[in-house]
């Protein structure tokens, strides 16, 4: 049977990883992976994480079933931290949450959900969107269409984004990127996420908004004005949301699907149905993860602890941006690269074309997606000089 399978090639991402690794010069930046990188070029275990997985093998008392929507009391610390802590929306009831494995797996929820309680609807994606996005929706059996994003000149195409959603068929679903933009770093301004908002109660749209990277680009709370706007001012919307990158849980795939509905009876309704969703994927999503974050937001002193340490990861982004944008000003490029300043989050669309990027590999060993996707973190002050003469070397 399996002689009719057809091998399809690998994750660019991953063959991306296997050439850096094999690449012998001493000089070699790897710009491409997809994880957070300090300093010293290593994906650390949060400091904060390491007390709570302590306290927590020290008190864990059963690993029985957590049930299809996980810990409840995981639940009431996220839903806060993205909605607001005075969220009316909150005291009415009307919002929940399930936990689900990573961000992935609330997109996959998020997916099939629609897909068997909204037969019919459309998903609409910004082009570019990270790529999981055009398959998860599809596996999931949905339509999936593009609305405009980025332009020719690497510049964030609102206006075409915007053209394109007031043509989007009616109650049809749009998925949004709350911050942080993956692949292209290009975020919305505020007076952006209204404009966003009236076309999206005008077309009566359903938002999924992705919410991957909360903490990443301007503070947790700066972070989630565009999901709260639409909260505040929708009655209904969903949200998926990922402790991967502000927690550094990767592989503990810890995320959630958040439901925000009418009214209560109709949020329990809702509820009911991801509960099916959930268990027909996975049963139970993984506890270990949840339950850290759980752990470190009930303490104060942990959670104030984790905040400074994840305030000290958006900073060194934040400042590699800067840096770059300077380390290329002797070369008369800093204009020309400006775009990487003002991007937020780990991922820049740097502008760079596909053969640059071919060149800076070949001939600096420097790394990264051939549409020219750079992952920020990737940079360090040592290695700055050089990623920035070798840009310069690519432009001549
Ligand atoms: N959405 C976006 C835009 C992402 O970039 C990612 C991770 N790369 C995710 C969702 C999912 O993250 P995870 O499943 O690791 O939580």
């Known amino acids: ?38 300093a010293k070029g290593t994906t650390p275990i949060m400091r904060a994480v390491k007390e709570a997985e302590a306290l927590l093998l020290k008190n864990e008392t059963t690993k029985s079933y957590i049930g299809s929507h996980g810990d409840p009391r995981y639940g009431n610390m996220i839903l806060p931290m993205v909605l607001g802590e005075d969220s009316p929306i909150l005291a009415a009831g009307r919002a929940s949450a399930t936990q689900s494995p990573g ?11 629609i897909h068997s309680q909204l037969p019919g609807k459309g998903i609409w994606v910004s082009d570019p969107t990270w790529p999981n996005h055009l398959g998860i929706f599809q596996a999931a059996g949905l339509k999936l269409s593009k609305y405009p994003y980025v332009d020719a000149e690497n510049r964030l195409d609102f206006d075409g984004m915007l053209a394109a959603l ?55 709370e700066e972070d989630a004005f565009g999901v709260r706007l639409l909260a505040e001012n929708l009655d209904e919307m969903l949200i998926t949301s990922s402790c991967s990158k502000n927690f550094g849980l990767y592989r503990e795939r810890t995320g959630c699907m958040i439901m925000v509905a009418r009214n209560n009876e109709q949020m329990e309704n809702v509820r009911s149905q991801m509960a099916i969703v959930a268990r027909e994927n996975y049963s139970n999503p993984p506890a270990h993860g949840a339950a850290i974050v759980t752990e470190i937001l009930e303490s104060a002193e942990l959670a104030a602890q984790w905040r400074e340490e994840l305030t000290e990861m958006r900073d060194r982004i934040n400042g ?47 790394y990264m997606v051939r549409s020219g996707r750079a992952n920020v973190a990737g940079l360090a002050n040592e290695n700055l000089p050089y990623v920035a003469k070798a840009i310069a070397a690519v432009n001549d």
């Not at 660019?12 to 300090?38: C, H, M, S």
């Not at 961000?103 to 959900?113: K, N």
């Not at 679903?173 to 005008?202: I, M, R, T, Y």
Request: charged share 25%; net charge negative; proline share 5%.
């Open 1 to 38: 049977m399996f002689e009719q399978i057809q091998r399809v090639p690998g994750d660019a991402i991953l063959g991306l990883i296997e050439a850096f690794n094999k690449d012998t010069n001493p000089n070699k930046v790897d710009l491409g992976v997809g994880v957070y990188r300090d």
């Open 103 to 113: 961000g992935t797996g609330a997109l996959r929820l998020a997916a099939d959900f």
């Open 166 to 220: 007031k043509q989007i068929p009616v109650g049809d679903v749009v998925v949004l990127h709350a911050c942080c933009h993956n692949p292209s770093g290009f975020d919305l301004s505020h007076e952006q996420w209204h404009d966003v908002l009236k076309v999206v109660q005008e077309r009566e749209l359903l938002p999924l908004v992705d919410f991957a990277y909360q903490g990443f680009g301007d503070g947790l």
């Open 320 to 366: 590699l941006r800067r840096d770059f944008v300077e380390a290329l000003a002797p070369y008369g490029l800093d204009k020309k690269y400006a775009c990487v300043g003002e991007q937020r989050g780990m991922f820049s669309y740097t502008g760079l074309t596909p053969e640059q990027v071919d060149r800076l590999r070949d001939e600096f060993g420097i």
